[in-house]
């Protein structure tokens, strides 16, 4: 016979038999990394991910299906429910959605509440995103750190409106109660608090080298693909570059609401000097330290609200005073005129909320907010008969967006690398299922 | 851009495909017919003056009044929209564009009502257009897997038309 036979200890030989076939494995829906119930499928050759399917719905709870039988008012409970690491956040973009169809315009006092606290929720939100994110990657103590600081915040939160998780204080027509008594300084002290605390978590992840091992270079995402798939929030703005002209999208800063255009705040995209070698645009680490970076910001933003806070409030309660010690000594019709005066007055500036609308005005409106984890946008449409309920509310999630990026980010990774760009993503299934 | 400007640009381009406007609406607004759909977005999307390149929200809304008392008052007839909410990263404007549809195709319950899928321009359409036929039962022609993404794949109806009645018991579980 002509044809040789190799040796049996020929490496070749092993290489051409061990053949592994591709293999669907089920990650989730009860895996502590998928941040929630999400379910993963995951179509792999070996270690190798060729294709993610992600499966959803675990946690639909029908809030759009709410939302067409009750009235805003009521509504916002729900809201809460969707993305409950920032519950503020949510009240709010569905509060400015109906605000938007009703041309509401809010006084002075009331949004200055509103940007307080929702950047305080957006710090509160971040920390958990910064804390998981360790919790992810096989570190603990970040975690802990983070939420010993959100605790914080949430007892600031429970001094507000009573609620550590579920708030509903952002209303329709304001907030729902003024702040209370001393609140702004002991928000101001932990602000001061907070402020030495951020480096700390840089030393403890950012400038990590296992940390940085296990994010950087790691689910790039390009500016095109962060666009085409409605990304927003800090996952595109990872993507983006300053160098090449890119626009800092930040809702706050291109379609400011609630008066953030005159608060002093940078929108946080790259490049970053400070970035270690390894980390690449738009890789699981810009998109971290994007986060880590606005928290900074939210903190900057917080501390000029309560500057601006206190000298309102102190006026209000001047005039409230003014017109309690002198209305005894005014006639009926003189006090109905300096009444409706101050009232205007409250209205246009030293109110924290408006009385809400009893009926929605016909048509409809689309408001998209900058929520922690990106634009987070509501459709109201009302009824052209007179009606208090709409007649449909969407939610559009920004984590339902920036989900379905998954597939597009994880081909060609390792499974071990996929809870740390799922991580990066930092969604809220609450949101993604509504 | 202002809104009235990418209308006329519209106007322009596809004269009387335009079917119907609002320019002062909160978010103004035209209406296309289903068949050419797709062509608007298309030129939404890449001509250089428009340069829509985020999809930000697809969504059905569901015109029927089921309150008989209330029919003759309602203010619309009933019909489907699909409503689609556009914005630009590089002009920072925004836009939107409504199909309307009939409740069901050719009149027939339980026929799903067609639009032709622009999955294929925008990302976000893959999953908004399968939430819209999942919650909303429209069709899309042309997407690439449409199935269920938010309820089960067994679950029938589609619970945001308005006359979904909630089934009495899924898989031996009381519904209601």
Known sequence: MATATLPASDPTIIEFDVRTDEMLVNMGPQHPSTHGVLRLVLRTDGEVISEVIPHLGYLHRCAEKIGENVTPIQYIPYTDRMDYLAGMNMNLAYSMAVEKLCQMKLPEKAQVVRVIIAEMGRIASHLVGMGAYGLDLGTFSPFLYAFREREMILDLFEEVCGARLTYSYITIGGVHDDLPDGWVDRCQKFIDYLKPRIEEYHTLLTRNQIFIKRTANLGIMSKETALSYGCTGPVLRGSLDARKGDVAWDLRKIEPYSGYETYDFKAIIPPFPEAPREAVLGDAWHRFYVRMLEVLEAIKIVEQGLRRYRPLREEGDKLRAEFDRKQNMLSAEEKKKEEAALNAEFKTKYSHRLAPPTHLPAGEAYMETEAPRGQMGFYVVARPAKDAVPLRVRARSSCFCNLSVTNEICKGCLIADIPAIVGSLDFVMGEVDR | ?176
């Open chain 2, 1 to 176: 851009m202002t809104s009235a400007d990418i209308i006329s640009a519209l106007e322009k381009q596809f004269s009387d495909k335009i079917k119907g406007k609002k320019a002062d609406a909160l978010d103004p607004w035209v209406v296309v017919e289903a068949g050419d759909l797709f062509a608007v977005c298309q030129f939404l999307k890449n001509d250089p003056a428009l340069r829509f390149d985020q999809l930000n929200c697809i969504t059905g809304v569901d015109y029927l009044e089921i309150d008989p008392k209330k029919v003759a008052k309602a203010g619309f007839e009933p019909h489907l929209e699909v409503v689609y909410h556009f914005s630009s990263f590089v002009h920072k404007h925004r836009f939107v564009v409504k199909v309307m549809l009939p409740r069901w195709k050719d009149d027939k319950a339980g026929e799903l009502p067609e639009v032709p899928s622009v999955a294929s321009l925008w990302g976000t359409a893959d999953w908004h257009e399968r939430e819209t036929y999942d919650l909303c039962g429209v069709r899309f022609t042309g997407h690439p897997d449409l199935t269920r993404i938010l309820l089960s794949e067994d679950w029938e109806g589609y619970p945001l038309r308005k006359d979904y009645e909630f089934p009495l018991e899924y898989h031996g579980i009381r519904g209601r």
